[in-house]
């Protein structure tokens, strides 16, 4: 076991689970042959997801590094 998971896996739990708090976002690849589309749109709607679909393979945030920085970005702002 590496160093730092053992002094992790001794501390206290959170009291909650963060999912439970922050909202979620998703960027879904609208050409994905790894993930079908439809699913990634399905999970991302039953989580509730503020979702943003791109018309991209699978490795999105190489071909579209902005827009994923974007996302990311705007996640970051609201959650904060």
Do not use: N, Y
């Amino acid at each position: 076991m590496r160093p730092s998971r053992r002094r992790s896996s001794t501390r206290c739990s959170p009291p909650t689970a963060a999912w439970r708090d922050i909202p979620p976002w998703a960027v879904v690849a609208a050409q994905d042959r790894a993930i079908a589309p439809d699913l990634e749109r399905f999970e991302a709607k039953r989580a509730g997801s503020h979702t943003t679909v791109v018309d991209s393979s699978h490795v999105v945030m190489i071909s579209h590094p902005d827009l994923v920085t974007k996302v990311i970005k705007s996640a970051a702002t609201a959650t904060s």
